[in-house]
């Protein structure tokens, strides 16, 4: 199994601000894309189909949604 830490965020001059949080843990099975993961954590934090830029850090993946100022990290735990 693998975790997943999911926080989703404010921003403040383009940095994480932490004024609000949403917090979720998620255990998944191993072996599951990035894509997957991503689509997983947007339904969680109630953004499926909020289109954004999304980075890969390879255990760490952010997004940034369109027109918003928040942000949403996904750490991999294995």
Known sequence: MTNLLIEYTDTYG?????SWVKREVVDIPDAKSDRAVMRLAKRLMGLSGVQGRTISYGDLIE???YR???VMFIQVCY
């Open 14 to 18: 383009g940095e994480a601000n932490y």
């Open 63 to 65: 997004f940034r949604p």
């Open 68 to 70: 918003s100022c928040t």
